[in-house]
């Protein structure tokens, strides 16, 4: 990456945009009988069980969700709280047969759940697992070992010593067979990757504030190094952020890493490779730990204009009323049709906004609040709030109303002409100041943007489901949201939204 140019992610934003006339234009037949697998299977490697009695946690769902640290007490997972991390994260949750097969649905959501995110495990010695780099195959819930021996070394030299990952007794590297997303979804796969492993990423810390483990998510590090180790070729495959577990002291193993090649299972008869995601890719990687450690840091200031609307202070619920987050993820799903008649209280909708925007203990963002994206708002049906749209004022924790009205047509418009947009109570949009975040971190600053926003949207779902509501992800008409929201949204580009609402239930008929 030549340093802060950003050339590349305008570019990629600008050609993967959604509007009216794109999506009519496109004319994007799915091949069916080319379908990619929803998993990583390795040939010829031993599966290592993971533990099925996981412990629950006694830590409320909300106040997981709202602590961007949860005050830390385990130095090192053991291989149960791993694998409780792994299934409330990224483990299969529910099985759906239809008349073609069956859906094996996951503890996060996932656009087209398509599932093209992998997690790897890079950990020295712990309490039931040895040293090794291994694969964690939800299909099974087994980890695979792919190397055998303590490579955290070199997490820490591509990561530029960053201080965690140096002291971390295990690390997670998240990553993404571009394929497997793309294969719908073409060049926008690419934001996909932040938006799926972001809600990932928010049932993680979730559990890991339930398990007070220590967790820090980097995203400067060297992606050829991280990449070479876990045997990524960094094109069709690679990897896109770690997140550092436990606390510890630094590892003493080797950078000697030889080429791993080792047999995975074909996804589908033939792959197609997007030339806008691999340029985007590569001009956001970073060469090595110098440039990864240049890279991080704190990001620019987002001043927004001093408010001219009515302001709303939040009044959230008290958080600890929430069920512990395994029984939340347990019942999340996708809301698959909403109930207009249904509204949520301020309250709620409050709790809501409060979890969500915390912060997320990352190497790119400030250690509380937003950071990139701020949040916009369309209230169809919020008791206590006028219908309109908003804008939230982090420095006063409150709503400040930028239009009243009843704005529900647009809604639904807005979320690619899809009724649950409309539906829901309250439309929760991130949005980015590209221009600064792009001058500050360069093109990976554009991951940096997604990811962030991605975990937010995933928070809102968790706390949805906390509060026995609903929640979907939905994608959206890039230019027409910023355009709708706008003065106030001016310059900024679109990156998640989620709808939350009453689910629709069938009447019982007596
Ligand atoms: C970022 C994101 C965008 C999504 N966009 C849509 C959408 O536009 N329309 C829709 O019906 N569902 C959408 N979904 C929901 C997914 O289809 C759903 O997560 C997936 O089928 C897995 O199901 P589950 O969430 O119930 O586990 C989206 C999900 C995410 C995470």
Redesign the pocket.
Known sequence: MTERDATAAWRYHNATKHSYWSVRLEGHQLDWANEPLPFKLYRGLEPIPLPRDLHATDVPCLEALASAEYPAEKEAPDLPTLASLLYFSAGIT?RVRYPGGEIY??A??????LYHIDLYLVCGDLPGLSAGVYHFGPHDFALRRLRAGDYRAVLVDAAGQEPTVAAAPAVLVFASTFWRNAWKYRARAYR?CF??SG?ILANLLAMAAAHRLPAKVVLGFADGQVDHLLGLDGRREASLFMVALGRGTPPAGTLQVPALSLETVPLSAREVEYDEIVRMHQAASLADGDEAARWRGEPPPMPLPPPSGRLYPLAPLPLSASEPTEAVVLR???T?RFDRGGSISFAELSAVVHCATRGIPADFLPSRGLGLNRLFLIVNAVDGLPSGTYVYRPEAEALELLREGEFRQQAGYL??E?P?GADACVDLYLLSPLGRVLERFGDRGYRAAQLEA?TV?GKVYLAAYALRRGA????FYDDDVTAFFSPAAEGHGVM??TAVGVPWRRRVQN
Do not use: N, P, V
């Not at 996060?108 to 759940?113: D, F, M, S, V, W």
């Not at 979907?472 to 994608?475: A, D, Q, R």
């Open positions: 529910k649905f996951r996060a959501a996932c656009t087209g759940a996909h938006w799926d809600t999340r799903g996708s698959r979320a690619l899809q649950l991605g949207g979907t992800g939905l994608t998640f939204l």
